[in-house]
Nanobody, 118 residues
Framework: QEQLVESGGGLVQAGGSLRLSCAAS????????MGWYRQAPGKQRELVATITSGGWTNYVHSAKGRFAISRDNAKNTVYLQMNSLKPEDTGVYYCYAERVYPRLLTYWGQGTQVTVSS
């Protein structure tokens, strides 16, 4: 059974940095898209950043210029480097992955807490 396992969350002061990692296990087949979502208390889960197997990236507006998503296809691992963190970045960050062939399959990690203090 495939699983996504996140690591790297924690508590950091505003202006600081964190690096999240998400490793897929259970299969060597690559994912078409990998990415990160987050959910702040009392809010809906929102997309933070995604990256395709070809390296195309997409970011939520608030993350542009501060966050950088990358992936290692050989390791089926995705990273999120977060710099200049703000208190509004606080939330549970979830790893996401999908394959589209032969049918759409989506996977979610268990989430890792990121807390940015002011």
């Amino acid at each position: 059974q495939e699983q996504l396992v996140e690591s790297g969350g924690g508590l950091v002061q505003a202006g600081g940095s964190l690096r999240l990692s998400c490793a897929a296990s259970g299969s060597s087949a690559s994912f078409n898209v990998m990415g990160w979502y987050r959910q702040a208390p009392g809010k809906q889960r929102e997309l933070v950043a995604t990256i395709t197997s070809g390296g195309w990236t997409n970011y939520v507006h608030s993350a542009k210029g501060r966050f950088a998503i990358s992936r290692d296809n050989a390791k089926n691992t995705v990273y999120l480097q977060m710099n200049s963190l703000k208190p509004e970045d606080t939330g549970v960050y979830y790893c996401y992955a999908e394959r589209v062939y032969p049918r759409l399959l989506t996977y979610w990690g268990q989430g890792t807490q990121v807390t940015v203090s002011s």
